[in-house]
């Protein structure tokens, strides 16, 4: 078997396999052999197929399917031994001559490949990207130590009514007299929020009251729409916009939401037994996540920032496009050709960023191990939990939540990918300039935004 490369140009090839009987012979006659051993024919006995039926049935197919794994593997087998920096895989060349099976002995395939292409790539101090450094205010931490205490906060049942707080009583519709109406509207249990009334006048009506006081008011007034008039009373909504008539609500109880005092309790609830001892310590702790929060956000913008500048050093990089886009197409049959042609521009793009990242992974003998992809996973796990309002979550549950999270092959891929991303840009940060710049975390937000 031979195989001829022929360079188009820097990033278009052709690699040209030619193969003669000697190649495939014993190949496709041990193929027949196994399969006449399991061949099931109607009139032979399993196994006493003679071999020239075998041959006359399925020889050609046989020929095929041997002839196709052989140059498969020795396809690949020349651009590993080659190391050929191939984009995609090898295509099947347009210029393909005919093959027939029936009445060839000799067979010559020709594949398209696209290369990568060749380029340097000079990182020092002489290269400078913005690293914004998000200020951390004070502010930033009484807002965190008050979501601490609202989190764990308590509902309590009062006595006299503020603003926020939740009042049960019972209410009953009022005749235009101010009387109770005989057939009038009367729902028990009723629950409202002065906090929520829109109007003033009205919702200073229950502020200060007490329980068993009564107070009159008209829904309608004091509602912005039906559906919080519906909920009220229990009505539908087509009956409550026909309602325009005064009740009288007797306050039969107080619910208010306590935020936790700042305490041990408080200090165990937010980041586990004994962590922390003190208010000191309590906001310390606060403060140093906060600020790995905020180094992780400047960490995402300068991953942003220094791959707009990378990638406009490499900027005339001429790639193998039709050869691409055909790849693409075969690879994604289902896609017309309209939406690989507009998703083009988009995928070279990351694909320049691609070879940067191989580039400098491998001029600094970057590697990914298990480890790395694991407390990548455990990060974004801990980011998970913390959304849902759980910082501190045990060891045990963490390490049981991550190993769900890798047991599925496509997490697992983007975990390794992202950890690798990672220690790319470690290595960028410690090669190049950084011009650290003090930031405001609402420039910093609108920065992104932009």
């Known amino acids: 078997m031979n195989i001829v490369q022929t360079n188009i140009d820097a990033v278009n090839a052709t690699l040209t396999v030619q193969v003669s009987k000697s190649d495939y012979e014993e190949k496709v006659e041990n193929a027949l052999r196994n399969y006449r051993k399991k061949a099931n024919i109607p009139g032979f006995r399993p196994g006493m197929v003679p071999a020239s039926l075998v041959k006359k049935m399925y020889g050609k197919a046989m020929l095929a399917e041997e002839i196709n794994h052989l140059v498969s593997d020795k396809l690949y087998e020349y651009i590993k031994e080659n190391k050929l920096n191939m984009l995609g895989e090898p295509l099947p060349s347009e210029s393909q001559p005919e093959i027939n099976f029936e009445s060839q002995e000799e067979f010559e395939f020709v594949f398209d ?34 979501s601490y205490t609202g989190r764990f906060g308590q509902y309590v049942q009062e006595n006299t009514v503020e603003e926020r707080d939740v009042v049960k009583g019972n209410l009953v519709e009022l005749t235009a007299k101010g009387k109770e109406k005989e057939d009038g509207i009367k729902v028990e249990a009723a629950v409202l929020c002065p906090a ?80 922390v001892k003190s208010e000191e310590e309590f906001r310390a702790k606060i403060r140093e996540n906060i600020q790995e ?67 400098i992974g491998k001029a600094n003998n970057l590697k990914v191990e298990f480890a790395d992809i694991e407390n990548y996973a455990k990060k974004i796990a801990r980011a998970q939990f913390a959304q849902y309002g759980m910082p501190n979550v045990p060891d045990e549950m963490l390490a049981n939540y991550t190993n769900d999270m890798l047991k599925d092959e496509k997490s697992m891929r983007n975990m390794m990918s992202a950890a690798y991303n990672e220690k790319v840009i470690e290595s960028i940060k410690t090669t190049i300039k950084l011009d650290e710049t003090a930031i405001e975390i609402e420039k910093f937000n609108e920065m992104l935004k932009d």
């Open 113 to 146: 490949l696209g290369l990568a292409p060749e380029f340097e790539l000079n990182l020092d101090k002489k290269t400078k990207v913005k690293y914004y450094n998000i200020e951390l205010t004070d502010d930033m931490v009484d807002n965190q130590v008050k």
């Open 293 to 359: 929060t905020l180094t992780a956000d400047s960490d995402y913008k300068f991953g942003i920032d220094v791959r707009a500048a990378l990638l406009k050093k490499v900027d005339g990089l001429v790639f193998p496009d039709a050869t691409l886009k055909r790849w693409l197409q075969a690879k994604n049959q289902h896609l017309p050709a309209e939406s690989v042609e507009a998703d083009y521009p988009k995928m070279i793009e990351d694909l320049k960023w691609q070879l940067i990242s191989d580039k």
């Open 196 to 275: 929520y009334i829109k109007v003033d006048d009205i919702k200073n009506l229950f502020v200060g009251k007490t329980i068993g006081d009564v107070v009159k008011f008209n829904p309608k007034t004091a509602f912005e729409n039906e559906n919080e008039i519906a909920s009220l009373l229990k009505i539908n909504k087509e009956e409550a916009a026909e309602i325009n008539a005064d009740f009288q609500f007797t306050i039969t109880g107080v619910t208010r939401y306590k935020e936790a005092e700042i305490n041990q309790e408080l200090f165990d609830k937010a980041f586990g037994e004994g962590v």
